[in-house]
């Protein structure tokens, strides 16, 4: 159930919370996009493998995230899941640097990943729980959940890249591994051991597993596949388009990423703000037609001020989606407030597993730029479903 916007200061704990989420994502940010150099680079595998290692993380995510969701909404207590997943970090860089094997990775530290990124999804269910039920403007609290989420891989992933640059591929698990320790020590500070959801969404959700089934949320959901699909393709192919096809120098994806992304801050902290005045569906509307635009100029950059612009336009579309999603799939929920979360951080990760073969594909027989076009479909598809929504 929605709850009217509050006035009511932020509290220790909601603030707590915040500091403990972008303590997690910066763990994860600080390894996940080094796998694929680490693979390669360290481990002298075929970069066919990454692959590998990519789809079991990814598909075995969406399996952790739905079952943490389930045992929310059930009332298990928020923290064991936390500390499950921050364990579960801790031993997967440690056997990284116990055992540098490609097999080892793929079969122990690649489970362990995905009950890491876990975290996220169930650190975003405990921030909307807490929200309502100390009286938070929810649509402003999750803004500052994505906004964590956001600063958290705009920090994290250069310092890994420059780290490994002056150190090695050690030093960026040492780091992640210290990284890991100082989460889990937040996790014994500020996380209330006791915390779960409300017996009154305990019993809805037993209502909703024998109701008809919640053709909104899952319509909601699709909405967030088809901007995230929208994304992971355009994102996936943009650093080889900006160097092969596009002539610009090495460090201009660099550039476009740091652009993108103090955009998208400042759109999700402006988020509550335009959801007042659009609602939420009218802002994704506009989200997905920004989109449309963005891939129409980032196709035909040519300079590096066409970069700068068409980046600032990347985070300014997904930043409002991002934000805003979060509370549009939440609204759908029905009381199965864990469940609904879990669906919209599952569709973020399915879109990325669908759109990068797609991508793939489309740069080996066309180029990156009619990837990066080809990624208006899927835009264009979330503006038809949020329509579709509205009956």
């Known amino acids: 159930m929605r709850r009217m916007p509050s006035d009511a200061p932020m509290t220790a704990q909601a603030k707590a919370a915040l500091l403990l989420l972008l303590t997690g994502v910066i763990c994860n940010a600080a390894t996940i996009p080094y796998m694929s150099v680490y693979i390669v680079a360290t481990l002298g595998k075929e970069p066919w493998l990454i692959s590998v290692y990519a789809s079991i993380t990814l598909t075995l995510t969406l399996l952790v995230n739905r079952q943490y969701g389930e045992w929310i909404d059930a009332g298990a207590p928020v923290a064991r899941l936390v500390l499950a997943s921050v364990l579960a970090f801790v031993a997967a860089v ?102 779960s959801s409300e017996p009154r969404m305990q019993a809805e959700q037993a209502k909703g597993t024998t109701g008809p089934a919640n053709h909104g949320l899952w319509l909601a959901a699709a909405v967030c596949l088809a901007f995230a699909m929208a994304h992971s393709m355009s994102m996936s192919a943009l650093p080889l388009f900006y160097i092969r096809e596009a002539g610009l120098p090495t460090y201009a994806p660099g550039v476009s990423l740091s652009v993108k992304t103090l955009v998208e801050i400042a759109a999700i902290l402006a988020s509550p703000w335009i959801m007042t005045r659009l609602g939420a569906r009218n802002a994704l509307r506009a989200a997905a037609m920004l989109a449309v635009a963005t891939f129409f100029v980032l196709a035909r950059v040519e300079t590096l001020p066409q970069l700068v612009a068409g980046a600032a336009l990347e985070g300014l579309y997904y930043g409002l989606f991002a934000a805003v999603g979060l509370s549009y799939v ?43 076009q080809l990624s208006t479909i899927w835009a264009v598809l979330a503006f038809a479903l949020l329509s579709w929504t509205r009956r």
């Not at 879990?342 to 990156?368: C, D, E, K, R």
């Open 94 to 195: 440690s056997s990284i640097l116990l055992f540098p094997n490609f097999w080892v990775l793929v079969l122990f530290a690649s489970p362990c990943f995905a009950v890491s990124n876990a975290a996220v999804s169930t650190m975003y269910s405990y921030g909307r729980l807490l929200a309502e039920r100390q009286g938070l403007d929810v649509p402003r609290y999750n803004s500052y959940l994505r906004a964590m989420t956001s600063l958290g891989w705009m920090l994290a992933p250069a310092a890994s890249f420059y780290i490994a640059s002056i150190s090695g591929a050690s030093a960026v698990f040492w780091m992640a591994l210290i990284l890991g320790g100082l989460w889990a020590l937040l996790w014994f500070v500020v996380m209330p051991k006791r915390f």
């Open 330 to 372: 939440q609204d759908f929920a029905k009381g199965r407030m864990a469940r609904a979360t879990s669906l919209y951080m599952n569709s973020l990760f399915l879109g990325g597993l669908i759109a990068s073969p797609l991508m793939g594909l489309t740069a080996q027989f066309v180029s990156f730029g009619m990837a990066i």
